[in-house]
């Protein structure tokens, strides 16, 4: 199905632009942080950034990870209807298995609209509306700390978006019988220990907060790692295991998370 919307070919263009984006703001902001500013602290004798005066470039570019990660809800939200209204693979309406009657997977595809609608709302731009400060004559206020809460409002909701497509997709590999492999079989299976084949209707709200948090967990994703590591992100981010980072460090650099 190469050119199905379900398909990995379809995922790279804006999950590879999302991974690009939240790297260059990383390298960003531990270059910005790692100075003094205009307005230091001192924290054991070592003159360090007090946050509070960081340049208008790291505003902007966390902003644009965030215009990023609505694009990334964007995309989870439509493979979320792809998968529930039937018009892809032979899947039945609200995956609803052949012979049964019930509502199925409608409200949790209007649930991952919500949730997309959400990340989207917080995707809008404030650092153009700065207010001068310093008499208007030295900088201007670029609402940074209120960047990084809207982008943190967006990390929660995105985990919970991947655990509502991660249920409808378990659904959709079951109802047509296929055989999960690789990374795909890690996320059926912490999918599967959670919530059972769905035949008839049922609260789905615990089911979707526990795969939710053990998709999010530092073991899951270590193994998830393990699997499809991203050397330069993975890294960078000190994602996964303590001791793989420390395994991919020279004998002399130790690890700092």
């Known amino acids: 199905h190469v050119q199905d919307p379900l398909s990995l070919r379809m995922i790279a263009q804006v999950f590879g632009a999302v991974i690009e984006n939240l790297l260059s703001t990383g390298h960003k902001i531990l270059a910005a942080t790692g100075r003094s500013d205009d307005n230091p602290v001192v924290v054991e004798g070592r003159v360090m950034t007090s946050g509070g005066s960081l340049p208008l470039d ?72 700065s207010l001068v400060v310093a008499a208007g ?26 655990a509502l497509e991660a249920l409808l997709s378990a659904q959709a590999i079951d109802i047509l019988g296929d055989e999960p492999k690789g990374v795909a079989a890690m996320l059926y299976a912490v999918v599967r220990k959670h919530a059972e084949f769905y035949t008839v209707d049922r609260p789905l709200s615990a089911e979707v ?17 393990e699997q499809v590591p991203i050397a330069s992100f993975d890294d960078f981010f000190a994602l996964g295991s303590l001791q793989r980072i420390e395994e991919r460090l020279p004998s002399h650099e130790p690890a700092t998370v």
């Open 58 to 129: 790291v505003t902007i570019l966390l902003e644009s990870a965030a215009l990023c990660m609505a694009h990334a809800a964007r995309n989870a939200f439509n493979r979320c209807v792809i998968l529930g209204n039937g018009q892809r693979r032979d899947l039945p309406v609200n995956l609803v298995p052949p012979g049964r009657i019930a509502t199925g997977f409608g409200p949790i595809i209007k649930l991952a609209g919500e949730i997309f609608s959400r990340v989207l709302s917080m995707s809008n731009p404030v650092s153009a509306q």
């Open 137 to 162: 004559l030295e900088d201007e206020a670029a609402f940074l700390p209120l960047v990084i809460e809207r982008f943190d409002r967006q990390m929660r909701a995105l985990k919970r978006l991947a």
């Open 209 to 225: 907060e526990a795969i939710e948090e053990e998709l999010g967990s530092d073991e899951f994703l270590s193994k998830l790692i």
